[in-house]
């Protein structure tokens, strides 16, 4: 009986000992927080899109430039462009992160014979581990003729 109460004991410190959910998970999650532009000329605006960015272990961006882990949909394009982030924790330890990032989109232009076109961005952050996190879409950006 003296050893069921020991277990027993042992069975309820070690339950008492859960994690805390701290509301992080390691599957990155972003979300939208502005754009510094809604209406630009083609080849003249620099369009600068910030995110939040939350990780429950911090394995986001590379010290390779060459490494890309950000991409991004112009809803006109078939394709993804692709962004190099720099890592977020120094010397790439796992913690748990939330913060900014602002990104500027390539020079946006015209694709096709009219003088003004529309587009929204897609935006979707990979970290170190594979894992994708949720998509964000931008308010649509109107782009005008350079004429």
């Not at 754009?35 to 272990?57: H, L, P, Q, W």
């Not at 991004?72 to 790439?92: A, C, F, G, N, Q």
């Not at 900014?100 to 096709?112: C, D, E, P, Q, S």
Request: charged fraction near 25%; aromatic fraction near 10%.
């Amino acid at each position: 009986m003296k050893q069921l109460g020991i277990v027993l004991m042992i069975a309820l410190a070690w339950a008492g000992c859960k994690k805390e959910d701290s509301g992080f998970s390691e599957i990155p999650e972003i979300t939208f927080k502005s754009i510094s532009d809604t209406e630009v000329v083609e080849f003249d605006n620099n369009v600068a899109v910030t995110f939040r960015y939350k990780d429950g272990n911090g394995d986001l961006g590379y010290a390779d430039p060459d490494a890309y882990s950000l991409r991004i949909k112009d809803s006109r394009l078939e394709e993804y462009d692709w962004y190099h982030l720099p890592p977020v924790t120094p010397d790439m330890d796992e913690l748990q992160v939330e913060g900014t990032f602002t990104v500027y989109l390539n020079t946006l232009f015209l694709l096709g014979n009219g003088g003004q076109e529309s587009a929204d961005f897609t935006l979707q952050l990979r970290d170190r581990a594979g894992n994708w996190s949720n998509q964000i879409v931008t308010p649509v950006v109107l782009i005008n003729d350079s004429l």
